[in-house]
T-cell receptor, first 112, second 114 residues
Framework: GENVEQHPSTLSVQEGDSAVIKCTYS??????FPWYKQELGKGPQLIID?????GEKKDQRIAVTLNKTAKHFSLHITETQPEDSAVYFC???????????FGSGTRLLVRP | DADVTQTPRNRITKTGKRIMLECSQT?????MYWYRQDPGLGLRLIYY???????NKGEISDGYSVSRQAQAKFSLSLESAIPNQTALYFC?????????????FGPGTRLTVT
């Protein structure tokens, strides 16, 4: 069935370093790939997304890349700050049903 | 005010009780969703609705029911709560036109079934 795999499950980096989270998806018809950030006690918040007609999108310190041939996409955070510490979820939109399938999440810890 | 609100934010209940979780939105979106979050399992879709007369089962609908009372309101019911329904529950909304796929989440309800 439709599936999104996310790695790693936990990631610890030093403040100022970069962080990369990777996801793979199974449905080749997927055409929309959002990333969500969830802080403690809050709901997931959309931070960046990419559609299948582009290969990369950047917004200040965060960027997302998409490789449709390999069916994987990645979140890149540069110059990490302690406030980047949170759980990050990737997702893929199943085009036929307009449902989002989520990865299992990555807990990012940025050490001061 | 928040665009997507959920009530209650926390609830402790006993096995066998009926529970209703409510969601309201002021974003004017047609689509509304209920998700469940368990540690290490991400977000799993329980039910979704694309308009007031449309209700669809998600991947884990057993033991749950929903009601779309109006465009802005979507409630989730547990008819007879059981301990393995202890989880975080999130409501989300999304557009039909324009930015399809984007979803906006409420703050969540933490439900504990004892």
């Amino acid at each position: 069935g439709e599936n999104v795999e996310q790695h790693p499950s936990t990631l610890s980096v030093q403040e100022g370093d970069s962080a990369v989270i990777k996801c793979t998806y199974s449905d080749s018809a997927s055409n929309y790939f959002p990333w969500y950030k969830q802080e403690l006690g809050k709901g997931p918040q959309l931070i960046i997304d990419i559609r299948s007609n582009v290969g990369e999108k950047k917004d200040q310190r965060i960027a997302v890349t998409l490789n449709k041939t390999a069916k994987h996409f990645s979140l890149h955070i540069t110059e990490t700050q302690p406030e980047d510490s949170a759980v990050y979820f990737c997702a893929a939109l199943m085009d036929s049903s307009y449902k989002l399938i989520f990865g299992s999440g990555t807990r990012l810890l940025v050490r001061p | 005010d928040a665009d997507v609100t959920q009530t209650p934010r926390n609830r402790i209940t006993k096995t066998g009780k009926r529970i209703m979780l409510e969601c309201s939105q002021t974003k004017g979106h047609d689509r509304m969703y209920w998700y469940r979050q368990d540690p290490g399992l991400g977000l799993r879709l329980i039910y979704y609705s694309f308009d007031v007369k449309d209700i669809n089962k998600g991947e884990i609908s057993d033991g749950y029911s929903v009601s779309r009372q109006a465009q802005a309101k979507f409630s989730l019911s547990l008819e007879s709560a059981i301990p393995n329904q202890t989880a975080l529950y999130f409501c989300a909304t999304g557009e039909t036109q324009g930015a399809q796929g984007e979803q906006y989440f409420g703050p969540g309800t933490r439900l504990t079934v004892t």
